[in-house]
Nanobody, 122 residues
């Protein structure tokens, strides 16, 4: 069992930055790939970024490429999402998740956090 807790969300002006953290407890988090998803009001949950178990590879959805960076520190059992140049359309609840392998498909993630709200004002 892996428990995930997100933090770092908040209210920021357009163009600003936030750093989300996802702290894991339980089984060794290094055995799992990490992913970030988001869900805006009235929309389906969408993939944002993922990172492999060793942090050797990352993947981003097109809308955040060049602005967001996913990273991890396995010794701290933590995955991060650095978000720069934020836009109002980035407003959503952000969720971290863990899967056995890197994937963009939400259904393949085994463990999920409770989410953290990110609001970007114009």
């Amino acid at each position: 069992q892996v428990q995930l807790v997100e933090s770092g969300g908040g209210l920021v002006q357009a163009g600003g930055s936030l750093r989300l953290s996802c702290a894991a407890s339980g089984r060794t988090f290094s055995r799992y790939a990490g992913g970030w998803f988001r869900q805006a009001p009235g929309k389906e949950r969408e993939f944002v970024a993922d990172i492999s178990r060793s942090a050797g590879s990352t993947y981003y959805t097109d809308s955040v490429k060049g602005r967001f960076t996913i990273s991890r520190e396995n010794a701290k059992k933590t995955v991060y999402l650095q978000m720069n140049s934020l836009k109002p359309e980035d407003t959503a609840i952000y969720y971290c998740a863990a899967s056995l392998s890197s994937t963009v498909r939400a259904g393949e993630y085994i463990y999920w956090g409770q989410g953290t709200q990110v609001t970007v004002s114009s």
